[in-house]
């Protein structure tokens, strides 16, 4: 006889909780709820899993056991991003956000608690200051979030369809973008001009039907977009807006996309105090100027100050409320979803403890070593750099004329215990550098590097 299958962690498993969790909906199968989902994209059987831990001390074990697979890699040797960023993160802002007040929040509730709402309202007055816009959302999901909710808000301004991504874009990203926009927008990629937007391209595409020019700067390749006014000015010549994705880490010595005119500016805050854990704690931003057209399109909650019925005292509570899908439920203009408080809470800690002088000493070191590290690596023979533009923190290496292909570099440099960066494909090496990698980790670098392809012509 067959017994049914019950889980020892999970009660509901059990038929008689099974069955009465279908009679109280009126369903009469779990298969009924996945009627939407199209057959193609159904599994057909049950999931490979191995058979569950009854001791809580064999379970635990065992997640140790997996954990211990992971390889540590010294902070110095790791030239690893593509979109997550072993940056410092100061002692205070773990020892803050793991207070159990903070840790334990769900999106920034309970609605009671001022003090949290107060703190995140701190984080979006830093975040507005770098990068001087007036109004900043609490944090979204992530950054890919952020992003597609911005192009999506500048469709509804607009009234239109059209997008044109004019900079090289986390691919990863812009595929979110694409399944995100699809049923509202038309994305067409601009391709770049060694290794910044074509403005002569983006103008010449510029229509009555575009909604926005989208650019990254840095891109996904570490480019600084230059042309920025004249792809705000373009953009809007044609009544369409500019939506620039940025990280917030190069702002204290770099100008806010803001301030060229880009009128929504939306990014990842995980280089701001979020440590890169398998793959990084993320959170994202948009931010806009306190204009009724743009605030109004915002999905995501605001908090601002809040006058109380004590005369000389103040709160902190949701602002423009009536915007959110928490007031028009179905009929708002997005679902807020989760939110990340905290890791906004993180993000204020971290900017409030740097300051202003702390962030441009950092952005000018990013700058610097991004620099230094360009030079030293492409001295080397068959090694060229992929383009000519100004890069923060990130930079791609030619390979094709080098003994080794990029993948094989990598798997040489990772034998000597380094992580030398992502490699695009078998030509493009992906390289990036953070403060936590000083002159003479980058020369280690270099001198790995040239040892590997050295030891290829022997």
């Known amino acids: 006889m067959t017994h049914p299958f019950v889980h020892p962690y999970v009660p509901n498993t059990a038929p008689a ?12 199968s779990v298969d009924e709820f996945y009627a939407d989902v199209p057959a193609d994209l159904r599994l057909g059987r049950d999931l490979d899993l191995p058979e569950p831990l009854i001791a809580e001390q064999d379970l635990a074990r065992h997640v140790s056991g997996l954990l211990r697979r992971n390889r540590a890699v010294e902070p110095g040797r790791l030239f690893l991003g593509a ?24 999106a920034g509730e309970p609605y009671e ?13 830093l975040m507005g200051e770098l990068l001087n816009t007036d109004v900043v959302n609490v944090p979204t999901y ?17 009234g239109r369809r059209g997008i044109l991504l004019v900079s090289d874009a986390h691919p990863d990203k812009l595929s979110k973008v694409r399944d995100y926009v699809r049923p509202i927008a038309d994305l067409v990629v601009v391709p770049t001009a060694d290794g910044i937007a074509d403005v002569a391209a983006t103008r010449a595409l510029i229509g009555p039907d575009t909604a926005a020019v989208w650019i990254e700067t840095p891109s996904f390749h570490g ?4 042309a920025i006014a004249e792809l705000a000015d373009a953009a809007h010549a044609a009544g369409a807006l500019l939506v620039a ?20 500016v939306h990014g990842d805050i995980q280089s701001l105090g979020l440590h890169p854990w398998y793959g990084g704690a993320h959170a994202g931003f948009i931010a806009v100027a306190d204009d009724p057209r743009l605030v109004m399109e915002m999905p995501s909650r605001l908090f601002g100050l809040a006058s109380t019925d004590v005369p000389g005292e103040y709160g902190f509570g949701d ?32 900017l409030s403890l740097m300051g202003p002088q702390g962030m441009a000493e950092l952005g000018e070191t990013l700058l610097a070593r991004t620099a230094y590290a360009r030079r030293a690596l492409t001295a080397l023979p068959g090694v ?60 280690d670098l270099t001198a790995a590097v040239r040892t590997a392809l050295e030891e290829t012509h022997r």
């Open 319 to 350: 602002v423009a409320y009536d915007r959110t899908s928490f007031a028009l439920r179905e009929e708002g203009k997005e679902w807020v979803g989760t939110a990340a408080a905290l890791w906004g809470i993180a993000a204020g800690v971290y």
């Open 245 to 264: 994705g940025t990280d917030p880490i190069g702002l204290g010595v770099l100008a806010s996309p803001a301030d060229a005119g880009a009128d929504i």
């Open 113 to 125: 608690d001022h003090g949290r709402f107060q703190a995140l309202f701190e984080y979006q007055s």
């Open 142 to 158: 992530d950054g890919y979030q952020a992003a597609a909710t911005a192009l999506a808000m500048a469709t509804r301004i607009t």
């Open 17 to 28: 909780s099974r069955q009465a969790m279908l009679d109280a909906v009126g369903a009469a």
């Open 83 to 106: 979109g997550t960023y072993n940056h410092a993160v100061p002692a205070v802002v773990d020892e803050v956000i793991n207070r159990s007040e903070f840790l334990t929040a769900y």
């Open 223 to 226: 480019a600084l977009e230059t």
């Open 384 to 443: 060229r750099d992929a383009d000519g533009a100004v890069h923060l923190r990130e930079f791609v290496l030619d390979l094709s004329a080098a003994s080794l292909t990029a993948p094989a570099l990598v798997a040489a440099l990772r034998a000597r215990g380094f992580e030398p960066g992502l490699a695009l494909d078998d030509t493009r090496l992906l390289v990036c550098v953070t403060e936590q990698n000083t002159q003479t980790d980058i020369d």
